[in-house]
Protein backbone atom coordinates (compact mmCIF):
# COMPACT_ATOMS: atom_id res chain seq x y z
CA UNK A 1 0.00 0.00 0.00
CA UNK A 2 1.03 3.59 -0.79
CA UNK A 3 -0.32 4.67 2.52
CA UNK A 4 -2.84 7.21 2.60
CA UNK A 5 -3.22 7.65 6.26
CA UNK A 6 -1.22 10.27 8.04
CA UNK A 7 0.36 9.47 11.85
CA UNK A 8 -2.39 12.25 13.08
CA UNK A 9 -5.18 10.57 11.50
CA UNK A 10 -4.19 6.86 13.03
CA UNK A 11 -3.41 9.21 16.87
CA UNK A 12 -7.21 9.99 16.43
CA UNK A 13 -8.50 6.62 15.65
CA UNK A 14 -6.39 5.34 18.69
CA UNK A 15 -7.13 7.43 21.17
CA UNK A 16 -10.97 7.28 20.73
CA UNK A 17 -11.28 3.08 19.65
CA UNK A 18 -8.18 2.05 21.62
CA UNK A 19 -5.81 -0.79 19.97
CA UNK A 20 -5.68 -2.82 17.98
CA UNK A 21 -8.08 -1.74 15.74
CA UNK A 22 -8.36 -2.10 12.16
CA UNK A 23 -8.59 0.84 9.82
CA UNK A 24 -9.91 0.87 6.14
CA UNK A 25 -8.64 3.71 3.37
CA UNK A 26 -12.16 4.29 1.17
CA UNK A 27 -9.42 6.18 -1.79
CA UNK A 28 -7.34 3.11 -1.88
CA UNK A 29 -10.49 0.70 -2.54
CA UNK A 30 -11.45 3.63 -5.49
CA UNK A 31 -8.12 3.00 -6.86
CA UNK A 32 -8.02 -0.12 -7.06
CA UNK A 33 -11.49 -0.43 -9.00
CA UNK A 34 -10.23 2.62 -11.02
CA UNK A 35 -7.23 0.60 -11.79
CA UNK A 36 -8.77 -2.88 -13.04
CA UNK A 37 -11.04 -0.50 -14.93
CA UNK A 38 -8.17 1.27 -16.58
CA UNK A 39 -6.80 -1.53 -17.78
CA UNK A 40 -10.08 -2.86 -19.14
CA UNK A 41 -10.13 0.74 -21.15
CA UNK A 42 -6.97 0.64 -22.22
CA UNK A 43 -6.61 -3.00 -23.86
CA UNK A 44 -9.35 -1.86 -25.97
CA UNK A 45 -12.27 -4.28 -24.39
CA UNK A 46 -14.74 -1.33 -22.30
CA UNK A 47 -17.93 -2.21 -21.55
CA UNK A 48 -17.28 -5.89 -22.02
CA UNK A 49 -16.04 -7.01 -18.55
CA UNK A 50 -18.43 -6.61 -15.23
CA UNK A 51 -16.34 -6.26 -12.33
CA UNK A 52 -17.73 -8.23 -8.97
CA UNK A 53 -15.85 -8.37 -5.75
CA UNK A 54 -16.22 -11.25 -3.56
CA UNK A 55 -18.25 -10.04 0.13
CA UNK A 56 -16.59 -12.67 2.53
CA UNK A 57 -13.03 -11.52 1.99
CA UNK A 58 -13.95 -8.51 4.23
CA UNK A 59 -17.40 -9.05 4.98
CA UNK A 60 -18.26 -5.29 6.21
CA UNK A 61 -21.04 -3.69 5.00
CA UNK A 62 -19.74 -0.20 4.87
CA UNK A 63 -17.00 -1.30 2.42
CA UNK A 64 -19.50 -3.21 0.64
CA UNK A 65 -21.28 0.26 0.42
CA UNK A 66 -18.18 2.43 -1.03
CA UNK A 67 -18.06 -0.61 -3.82
CA UNK A 68 -21.86 -0.35 -4.65
CA UNK A 69 -21.28 3.53 -4.90
CA UNK A 70 -18.39 2.38 -7.63
CA UNK A 71 -20.90 0.87 -9.70
CA UNK A 72 -18.94 -2.60 -8.26
CA UNK A 73 -20.84 -5.67 -7.62
CA UNK A 74 -20.81 -8.59 -5.06
CA UNK A 75 -20.06 -12.11 -5.62
CA UNK A 76 -21.98 -13.96 -2.66
CA UNK A 77 -21.95 -17.87 -1.60
CA UNK A 78 -24.21 -17.74 1.36
CA UNK A 79 -27.99 -16.82 2.57
CA UNK A 80 -26.17 -15.45 5.49
CA UNK A 81 -24.12 -12.43 3.24
CA UNK A 82 -27.20 -11.73 1.50
CA UNK A 83 -28.69 -10.98 4.70
CA UNK A 84 -26.24 -8.94 6.11
CA UNK A 85 -26.07 -6.65 2.96
CA UNK A 86 -30.20 -6.30 3.49
CA UNK A 87 -29.77 -5.70 7.13
CA UNK A 88 -27.45 -2.78 5.76
CA UNK A 89 -30.10 -1.86 2.54
CA UNK A 90 -27.48 -3.10 0.04
CA UNK A 91 -30.58 -4.64 -1.55
CA UNK A 92 -29.81 -2.73 -4.96
CA UNK A 93 -25.59 -3.74 -5.24
CA UNK A 94 -25.95 -5.96 -8.01
CA UNK A 95 -25.22 -9.47 -6.68
CA UNK A 96 -23.86 -12.88 -8.12
CA UNK A 97 -24.12 -16.00 -6.03
CA UNK A 98 -20.93 -18.34 -7.02
CA UNK A 99 -21.53 -20.70 -4.15
CA UNK A 100 -20.86 -24.37 -3.60
CA UNK A 101 -23.32 -27.39 -3.76
CA UNK A 102 -26.69 -25.72 -2.85
CA UNK A 103 -29.36 -27.40 -0.29
CA UNK A 104 -32.59 -26.81 -2.27
CA UNK A 105 -33.68 -24.21 0.63
CA UNK A 106 -30.76 -22.26 -0.15
CA UNK A 107 -31.75 -22.42 -3.91
CA UNK A 108 -34.98 -21.70 -3.05
CA UNK A 109 -34.01 -18.58 -1.53
CA UNK A 110 -32.00 -17.29 -3.91
CA UNK A 111 -33.77 -18.10 -6.34
CA UNK A 112 -36.85 -15.72 -4.48
CA UNK A 113 -34.52 -13.27 -4.44
CA UNK A 114 -33.89 -12.92 -8.09
CA UNK A 115 -30.35 -13.47 -7.96
CA UNK A 116 -28.23 -15.00 -10.54
CA UNK A 117 -26.52 -18.56 -9.48
CA UNK A 118 -23.73 -20.07 -10.92
CA UNK A 119 -24.75 -23.99 -9.90
CA UNK A 120 -21.92 -25.79 -8.87
CA UNK A 121 -23.66 -29.28 -9.54
CA UNK A 122 -25.74 -31.16 -11.90
CA UNK A 123 -28.44 -31.63 -9.64
CA UNK A 124 -28.41 -28.00 -8.95
CA UNK A 125 -28.63 -27.15 -12.00
CA UNK A 126 -31.43 -29.92 -12.50
CA UNK A 127 -33.39 -28.18 -9.86
CA UNK A 128 -33.26 -24.99 -11.07
CA UNK A 129 -34.65 -26.38 -14.25
CA UNK A 130 -37.14 -28.08 -12.64
CA UNK A 131 -38.31 -24.11 -10.88
CA UNK A 132 -38.22 -22.71 -14.63
CA UNK A 133 -35.19 -20.50 -13.86
CA UNK A 134 -34.24 -18.96 -17.89
CA UNK A 135 -30.94 -17.54 -16.92
CA UNK A 136 -28.59 -20.60 -16.40
CA UNK A 137 -24.95 -20.37 -15.32
CA UNK A 138 -22.99 -23.54 -14.29
CA UNK A 139 -19.51 -23.00 -12.36
CA UNK A 140 -16.73 -25.46 -13.93
CA UNK A 141 -13.92 -27.33 -12.78
CA UNK A 142 -11.02 -26.47 -15.23
CA UNK A 143 -8.31 -27.43 -12.97
CA UNK A 144 -6.09 -29.68 -14.59
CA UNK A 145 -6.96 -32.51 -12.25
CA UNK A 146 -10.48 -31.63 -12.01
CA UNK A 147 -9.88 -31.35 -8.12
CA UNK A 148 -11.85 -28.49 -7.18
CA UNK A 149 -14.21 -28.71 -4.75
CA UNK A 150 -17.02 -26.43 -6.28
CA UNK A 151 -18.08 -27.05 -10.52
CA UNK A 152 -18.83 -29.08 -12.48
CA UNK A 153 -16.22 -31.64 -14.47
CA UNK A 154 -15.15 -31.30 -18.09
CA UNK A 155 -16.31 -34.66 -17.84
CA UNK A 156 -19.82 -33.96 -17.37
CA UNK A 157 -20.33 -31.56 -19.94
CA UNK A 158 -21.73 -33.76 -22.24
CA UNK A 159 -24.20 -34.86 -19.54
CA UNK A 160 -25.17 -31.36 -19.18
CA UNK A 161 -25.63 -30.34 -22.67
CA UNK A 162 -28.29 -33.44 -23.01
CA UNK A 163 -30.02 -31.99 -19.67
CA UNK A 164 -30.37 -28.99 -20.82
CA UNK A 165 -31.55 -30.44 -24.65
CA UNK A 166 -34.12 -32.77 -22.52
CA UNK A 167 -35.58 -29.15 -21.12
CA UNK A 168 -35.23 -27.20 -24.02
CA UNK A 169 -32.96 -24.75 -22.76
CA UNK A 170 -29.96 -22.91 -23.40
CA UNK A 171 -26.76 -22.58 -20.96
CA UNK A 172 -25.98 -19.17 -20.94
CA UNK A 173 -23.25 -18.82 -18.54
CA UNK A 174 -19.78 -20.56 -16.96
CA UNK A 175 -18.44 -19.34 -14.10
CA UNK A 176 -14.66 -20.64 -13.60
CA UNK A 177 -12.86 -20.73 -10.34
CA UNK A 178 -8.79 -20.48 -11.05
CA UNK A 179 -8.12 -20.37 -7.45
CA UNK A 180 -6.60 -18.68 -4.75
CA UNK A 181 -3.27 -16.48 -4.93
CA UNK A 182 -2.54 -16.97 -8.71
CA UNK A 183 0.08 -15.29 -10.69
CA UNK A 184 -0.46 -13.95 -14.10
CA UNK A 185 0.46 -17.34 -15.93
CA UNK A 186 -2.16 -19.09 -14.46
CA UNK A 187 -5.05 -17.12 -14.83
CA UNK A 188 -3.75 -16.47 -18.66
CA UNK A 189 -4.36 -20.41 -18.96
CA UNK A 190 -7.63 -20.18 -17.60
CA UNK A 191 -8.76 -17.14 -19.88
CA UNK A 192 -8.04 -19.90 -22.61
CA UNK A 193 -9.48 -22.92 -21.41
CA UNK A 194 -12.85 -20.75 -20.53
CA UNK A 195 -12.82 -19.69 -23.76
CA UNK A 196 -12.58 -23.42 -24.89
CA UNK A 197 -15.94 -24.29 -23.54
CA UNK A 198 -16.79 -21.98 -26.08
CA UNK A 199 -17.11 -24.94 -28.28
CA UNK A 200 -19.02 -26.75 -26.23
CA UNK A 201 -21.68 -24.57 -24.72
CA UNK A 202 -22.32 -22.31 -27.96
CA UNK A 203 -25.02 -20.35 -26.60
CA UNK A 204 -22.65 -18.68 -23.35
CA UNK A 205 -23.67 -14.89 -23.24
CA UNK A 206 -21.02 -14.44 -20.04
CA UNK A 207 -18.33 -16.44 -18.98
CA UNK A 208 -16.92 -15.30 -15.48
CA UNK A 209 -13.39 -15.67 -14.84
CA UNK A 210 -13.55 -15.57 -11.00
CA UNK A 211 -11.29 -14.86 -8.31
CA UNK A 212 -7.78 -15.61 -6.70
CA UNK A 213 -5.86 -13.15 -8.63
CA UNK A 214 -2.81 -12.46 -6.48
CA UNK A 215 -1.37 -9.52 -3.94
CA UNK A 216 2.30 -9.70 -3.39
CA UNK A 217 2.45 -8.81 0.76
CA UNK A 218 6.14 -8.30 -0.08
CA UNK A 219 6.00 -5.53 -2.03
CA UNK A 220 4.63 -1.87 -1.31
CA UNK A 221 2.59 -1.78 -4.38
CA UNK A 222 1.87 -6.14 -4.97
CA UNK A 223 -1.02 -5.42 -7.02
CA UNK A 224 -1.93 -7.98 -9.73
CA UNK A 225 -0.44 -6.92 -13.58
CA UNK A 226 -4.30 -6.35 -14.34
CA UNK A 227 -2.75 -4.46 -17.77
CA UNK A 228 -1.20 -7.56 -19.08
CA UNK A 229 -3.84 -9.86 -17.95
CA UNK A 230 -6.92 -7.81 -20.08
CA UNK A 231 -4.46 -7.14 -22.84
CA UNK A 232 -4.28 -10.90 -23.24
CA UNK A 233 -7.82 -11.28 -22.80
CA UNK A 234 -8.65 -9.20 -25.92
CA UNK A 235 -5.57 -11.29 -27.92
CA UNK A 236 -7.65 -14.30 -26.77
CA UNK A 237 -11.43 -12.74 -27.62
CA UNK A 238 -9.77 -12.00 -31.31
CA UNK A 239 -8.26 -15.55 -31.55
CA UNK A 240 -11.31 -17.43 -30.94
CA UNK A 241 -13.43 -15.36 -32.69
CA UNK A 242 -15.55 -14.74 -29.92
CA UNK A 243 -18.74 -13.53 -30.42
CA UNK A 244 -19.51 -9.91 -30.03
CA UNK A 245 -22.41 -10.37 -27.48
CA UNK A 246 -20.21 -12.26 -24.86
CA UNK A 247 -19.33 -10.60 -21.72
CA UNK A 248 -17.31 -11.36 -18.95
CA UNK A 249 -16.87 -11.18 -15.23
CA UNK A 250 -14.30 -11.50 -12.75
CA UNK A 251 -14.26 -11.36 -8.75
CA UNK A 252 -11.52 -10.45 -7.63
CA UNK A 253 -11.48 -10.07 -3.40
CA UNK A 254 -7.61 -9.37 -2.15
CA UNK A 255 -6.32 -7.84 -5.06
CA UNK A 256 -9.26 -4.63 -4.69
CA UNK A 257 -8.93 -4.86 -0.68
CA UNK A 258 -5.81 -6.25 0.56
CA UNK A 259 -4.02 -2.85 0.56
CA UNK A 260 -6.83 -0.95 1.62
CA UNK A 261 -6.78 -1.87 5.30
CA UNK A 262 -4.18 -2.14 7.90
CA UNK A 263 -4.21 -2.89 11.81
CA UNK A 264 -2.72 -0.92 14.63
CA UNK A 265 -1.15 -3.48 17.64
CA UNK A 266 0.18 -1.48 20.76
CA UNK A 267 3.81 -2.71 22.51
CA UNK A 268 3.36 -4.78 26.04
CA UNK A 269 7.00 -4.90 25.98
CA UNK A 270 9.75 -6.80 24.58
CA UNK A 271 12.05 -9.42 26.38
CA UNK A 272 14.62 -11.39 24.45
CA UNK A 273 14.68 -14.85 24.07
CA UNK A 274 17.10 -17.04 26.70
CA UNK A 275 19.64 -18.57 24.85
CA UNK A 276 19.11 -16.98 21.64
CA UNK A 277 19.51 -13.22 19.76
CA UNK A 278 16.10 -12.67 18.92
CA UNK A 279 13.16 -11.15 20.94
CA UNK A 280 9.60 -11.83 21.76
CA UNK A 281 7.98 -8.52 20.51
CA UNK A 282 4.68 -8.85 23.01
CA UNK A 283 1.70 -7.00 21.56
CA UNK A 284 -2.22 -6.24 22.53
CA UNK A 285 -2.86 -8.31 19.28
CA UNK A 286 -3.52 -12.17 19.23
CA UNK A 287 -3.08 -14.13 15.14
CA UNK A 288 -7.40 -14.58 16.69
CA UNK A 289 -8.00 -11.13 14.77
CA UNK A 290 -6.56 -12.36 11.94
CA UNK A 291 -5.57 -15.89 11.28
CA UNK A 292 -5.71 -15.62 7.94
CA UNK A 293 -2.35 -14.71 7.91
CA UNK A 294 -0.82 -18.34 9.63
CA UNK A 295 -3.14 -20.06 8.25
CA UNK A 296 -1.55 -19.22 5.16
CA UNK A 297 2.21 -18.85 6.38
CA UNK A 298 2.51 -14.78 5.49
CA UNK A 299 4.16 -12.21 6.79
CA UNK A 300 3.11 -8.54 6.16
CA UNK A 301 5.06 -5.54 6.12
CA UNK A 302 5.37 -3.15 9.27
CA UNK A 303 6.12 0.17 10.05
CA UNK A 304 6.54 1.64 13.38
CA UNK A 305 5.40 4.83 15.86
CA UNK A 306 6.13 5.62 19.20
CA UNK A 307 3.52 6.71 21.68
CA UNK A 308 2.94 9.92 20.31
CA UNK A 309 2.93 8.76 16.48
CA UNK A 310 5.88 9.66 15.17
CA UNK A 311 7.45 7.22 12.97
CA UNK A 312 10.62 5.20 14.05
CA UNK A 313 12.32 4.21 11.39
CA UNK A 314 14.00 0.68 11.70
CA UNK A 315 17.56 0.48 9.59
CA UNK A 316 19.99 -2.14 8.63
CA UNK A 317 21.89 -0.25 11.52
CA UNK A 318 19.54 -0.02 13.98
CA UNK A 319 17.20 -3.15 13.72
CA UNK A 320 16.81 -6.29 16.58
CA UNK A 321 15.04 -9.35 15.06
CA UNK A 322 12.05 -10.85 16.73
CA UNK A 323 8.69 -12.16 16.77
CA UNK A 324 5.38 -10.52 16.89
CA UNK A 325 3.74 -12.08 19.72
CA UNK A 326 0.03 -12.30 20.35
CA UNK A 327 -1.25 -11.78 23.69
CA UNK A 328 -3.09 -14.89 24.46
CA UNK A 329 -1.54 -18.40 26.29
CA UNK A 330 -1.70 -20.06 23.12
CA UNK A 331 1.82 -21.28 22.67
CA UNK A 332 1.91 -20.28 18.98
CA UNK A 333 0.27 -17.25 18.73
CA UNK A 334 2.21 -14.92 16.77
CA UNK A 335 0.07 -12.39 14.89
CA UNK A 336 2.11 -13.81 11.91
CA UNK A 337 4.93 -16.65 11.52
CA UNK A 338 8.55 -15.87 11.54
CA UNK A 339 11.01 -13.60 12.26
CA UNK A 340 10.23 -9.70 11.83
CA UNK A 341 12.68 -6.66 11.92
CA UNK A 342 12.25 -3.99 14.43
CA UNK A 343 13.81 -0.63 15.38
CA UNK A 344 16.24 -1.35 18.39
CA UNK A 345 14.41 1.66 20.51
CA UNK A 346 11.24 0.39 20.32
CA UNK A 347 9.54 -0.21 23.69
CA UNK A 348 6.36 -0.87 25.94
CA UNK A 349 3.40 1.99 24.40
CA UNK A 350 5.11 2.37 20.90
CA UNK A 351 2.48 1.11 18.22
CA UNK A 352 3.34 -1.21 15.11
CA UNK A 353 1.19 -1.12 11.85
CA UNK A 354 0.73 -4.30 9.81
CA UNK A 355 0.21 -3.44 6.34
CA UNK A 356 -1.93 -4.57 3.77
CA UNK A 357 -4.57 -6.69 5.90
CA UNK A 358 -7.93 -5.10 4.14
CA UNK A 359 -8.62 -8.80 2.77
CA UNK A 360 -9.14 -11.58 4.91
CA UNK A 361 -8.40 -10.16 8.15
CA UNK A 362 -10.89 -8.92 10.33
CA UNK A 363 -13.31 -10.76 8.41
CA UNK A 364 -11.97 -14.00 10.09
CA UNK A 365 -11.41 -13.02 13.64
CA UNK A 366 -11.72 -16.20 15.55
CA UNK A 367 -13.52 -16.35 18.68
CA UNK A 368 -11.12 -19.29 19.82
CA UNK A 369 -9.37 -17.57 22.81
CA UNK A 370 -11.94 -15.37 23.79
CA UNK A 371 -10.34 -12.36 22.39
CA UNK A 372 -12.65 -9.57 21.34
CA UNK A 373 -12.62 -8.73 17.45
CA UNK A 374 -11.11 -5.04 16.86
CA UNK A 375 -13.06 -2.31 15.89
CA UNK A 376 -13.06 -1.23 12.48
CA UNK A 377 -12.23 2.50 11.14
CA UNK A 378 -12.44 4.24 7.92
CA UNK A 379 -10.97 7.25 6.49
CA UNK A 380 -13.62 8.73 4.14
CA UNK A 381 -12.17 10.64 0.95
CA UNK A 382 -12.90 13.82 2.22
CA UNK A 383 -10.10 12.97 5.30
CA UNK A 384 -13.16 12.44 7.98
CA UNK A 385 -12.70 9.11 10.48
CA UNK A 386 -15.45 7.20 11.08
CA UNK A 387 -15.90 4.31 12.97
CA UNK A 388 -17.76 1.63 10.86
CA UNK A 389 -17.52 -1.31 13.85
CA UNK A 390 -17.71 -1.19 17.19
CA UNK A 391 -14.74 -3.38 19.43
CA UNK A 392 -16.20 -6.70 20.10
CA UNK A 393 -17.49 -7.06 23.47
CA UNK A 394 -15.77 -9.29 26.25
CA UNK A 395 -18.71 -11.65 26.22
CA UNK A 396 -19.42 -11.77 22.94
CA UNK A 397 -17.50 -15.73 22.75
CA UNK A 398 -21.13 -16.73 24.82
CA UNK A 399 -23.57 -14.45 23.04
CA UNK A 400 -25.61 -17.29 21.51
CA UNK A 401 -25.09 -19.07 25.01
CA UNK A 402 -28.14 -19.19 26.76
CA UNK A 403 -28.75 -18.19 30.43
CA UNK A 404 -30.21 -21.38 31.22
CA UNK A 405 -30.92 -24.38 28.98
CA UNK A 406 -34.06 -24.81 27.31
CA UNK A 407 -35.59 -27.60 27.00
CA UNK A 408 -35.38 -29.15 23.95
CA UNK A 409 -39.16 -29.45 22.66
CA UNK A 410 -40.65 -28.20 25.58
CA UNK A 411 -41.08 -24.93 24.24
CA UNK A 412 -44.35 -23.77 22.02
C1 LIG B 1 -15.99 -18.05 -6.19
C2 LIG B 1 -14.95 -17.10 -5.72
N1 LIG B 1 -14.87 -15.90 -6.30
C3 LIG B 1 -13.95 -15.00 -5.89
C4 LIG B 1 -13.06 -15.28 -4.89
C5 LIG B 1 -12.08 -14.22 -4.48
O1 LIG B 1 -10.78 -14.66 -4.58
P1 LIG B 1 -9.54 -13.66 -4.31
O2 LIG B 1 -9.85 -12.88 -3.12
O3 LIG B 1 -8.40 -14.60 -4.11
O4 LIG B 1 -9.42 -12.81 -5.54
C6 LIG B 1 -13.10 -16.54 -4.26
C7 LIG B 1 -12.17 -16.88 -3.19
O5 LIG B 1 -12.12 -17.95 -2.65
C8 LIG B 1 -14.09 -17.47 -4.69
O6 LIG B 1 -14.18 -18.67 -4.12
Not at 284 to 305: C, E, K, N, W
Request: hydrophobic residues 35%.
Amino acid sequence: MVTKINPAQMKQIVKEVGSPAFIYIEATISDNIARVRRAISNSGIQNKVNLYVSYFANSNPHIAAILANEEVGLTLQSIEENEQLEAHNLKSIPRIVSSTHLSRKDLEYFLKGNLQVNYATLSNLEEALKRGVNNLSIRVDLSPDSNQRQGIKPEQFNKVCRILNRNNRKLCGIHIYPGTKNKLEVHLRYQVKGLECLSIFQSLKEINLGGGFNYDYELVDGHFDWASYFIELKKRIDEFKVPKDIIFSIEPGRDILADTGLLIVQVNGIEKIVGKSAYEVFTDGSYVQMPSATIGQRQHRLSFYNSRFQEIICGLINEKAGYLSGNTTLSSDRLFPGIVYFPSSLKEGDYIILEDVGAYCATQHMDFLNKSSCPEAIIRKNGSLELITERGKMTDKIRNVLQSPWEIGGRK
